[in-house]
């Protein structure tokens, strides 16, 4: 695959190493004339096809997608978990023409307030075991979302997923390596082993897990039998609820029944703003993705206001959109938090006047000094995280990103029922001036509170164009990462007319403000502006702290083309679309 680079973004050579195991995907894959599916996993993928296939409509797919991650990317995301959905109706016999966001983040136990993990002298408790978890949301979620906007029962959406659970699936490059990275933690603490007994023996096989290895999880196919039964009551009422209070509390936490029944999803509208004649579909607080986007690109448009919107080399862009992520993941840190509980003055955020203000201060030149933010080490590369994409043969889309957080979690399984609880109270400003495991520090807006939901980076997104068709879904797993690269990969779609394959194999960059560090993929280091110089060097004479970092985030793409749905999973996880 030899490709001249537009001017930029680099895209990878054939088999070029994104990460270990990780080669560029073919960018001729033809795409799905009627409907398709992106996840993760290609079980996944092919769970919601299936559905797509029986007649169900986009959520029916979505739901039987988000099951079957739950078991086939146990380090990602799953009924321990919680995430956000943004549903788009095209003209739907049913719905219409409409749009709906599905917030089902976890929430603060009832114990919980804001000096919780300042007070439990453990600079581990808000990513470790019981105390870092937050009342799971995923089953309430994808359950209103069957309910309300899906046409298949509960029995044959959950069925694929239960398939794979019961009869188990193929660990693969992603899992093994996931596995064995979290193994060697387990080496290092052993009381891990006998702490998160599960986690190593189902999950990680003792430690002796490769690939092609079978992954059964029997336990997690009874809980979602269950679930297919009795619906939502099974997870917050009955046998399940009272396995997860068990857990946390053997654990030191302090979650309960009441917390479990108290759950509630939240039903929105998506942040809608437009890019050029765009019009996207995002996630409002309490993720940051919405805005951040919707600040970045604004942003990003008036730095290249003097060159109408194109950058004029690779360093531009990188420079131009480098210095919109910093304003954005300033404003992050400083003003968001759950709008249930804190004044989030979103209006304000992306009012046109402070978007006019704040641009001013670009100089093509160089970046701004860091001020009182000195680096700090690199957030981690971590698996945690899952995002689908999905299209139905009328043309209505979901885009969904679910997490439990870091991979496995807080480590903590609920081993009758075969899942991972997550640790998603990290998410929150659990030590004040700390920054999070993602390298996040956060404001007092985020503190956590009682039922509070923690603020989130993911980006679940969906692009309209001007006549208000579907042309993009898309979202991505990574932290704060997942902002930028689900930003890059649609500009890449929107402004160089790329394949979903071609967008996902484009090498990645990322700034999240602080620390003041531009992190860039291995291949970005060879790329030569029409000069001759490196973008690297360029981009470092402009001020900027360039450091090399070996993979960005995992993304998955669904985006409109002539010959119908074209589709890509990320070279750097392994997902897989399906479609037909
Ligand atoms: O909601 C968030 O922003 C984080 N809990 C997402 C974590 C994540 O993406 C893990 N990554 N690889």
Known sequence: MTRIRPLWRTV???????????????????????????????????????MLRKGGNAVDAAVATSFALSVTRPYSCGIGGGGFMVIHFNDDPVHGTRSIAL?????????????????????????LGGRAVGVPGNVAGLLYALEHFGTLDRQTVLAPAIRAAAYGFEADENYVSTARSVAARFDEHPEFKRRFAYVWTAFLHS????????????????????????????????AIADAIVRAVHADGGSMTHDDLRAYRIRQTQPLTFRFASWRFLAMPPPSSGGVAMAQTLGLFTRHLAATRGRPSSSAMFVHALTEALKHAFADRAEWLGDPDFVDVPIH?????????????????????????????????DDRGTSHYCVVDAHGNAVAATETINLSFGSRLPVPEFGFCLNNQLDDFTALPGVPNAFGLTQSDRNLPAPGKRPLSSMSPTIVLDADGRVVIVAGAAGGPTIITSTIEIILEVLLSDSTAAEAMNASRFHHQWAPD?????????????????????????????????????????????????????DPRKGGVPAGY
């Open 517 to 569: 560090v531009l992190y860039m993929e291995p291949e970005w280091f060879d790329v030569r502006d029409a000069n001759g110089v490196l973008v690297v060097d360029r981009l470092s004479a402009m001020g900027h702290r360039v450091q090399r970092r070996d993979s960005i985030a995992a993304a998955n793409l669904i985006r409109r083309s002539a010959r119908g749905w074209d589709a890509a999973g």
């Open 12 to 50: 990878l050579a054939p088999a070029a190493a994104l990460c270990t195991g990780c080669a560029a995907i073919s960018p001729d894959a033809p795409p799905f004339p009627h409907a398709v599916v992106a996840a993760d996993h290609i079980i996944a993928s092919r769970a919601g096809a299936e």
């Open 103 to 127: 917030n089902y983040r976890e929430t603060a136990p009832a114990a919980i307030g804001p000096d919780y993990f300042v007070n439990a002298d453990d600079p581990s408790a808000s990513t």
């Open 207 to 238: 430690g002796e897990i490769r690939v092609g290895d079978l992954v059964r999880l029997p336990e997690q196919a009874a809980a979602l039998r269950l679930i297919a039964e009795h619906g939502r009551e099974a997870f917050y009422d009955g």
């Open 348 to 380: 304000q955020l992306l009012d046109r006047a402070s978007l006019d203000a704040m641009a001013s201060s670009f100089d093509p030149a160089r970046t701004h000094e860091p001020g009182a933010y000195g680096s700090r080490a690199p957030p981690p």
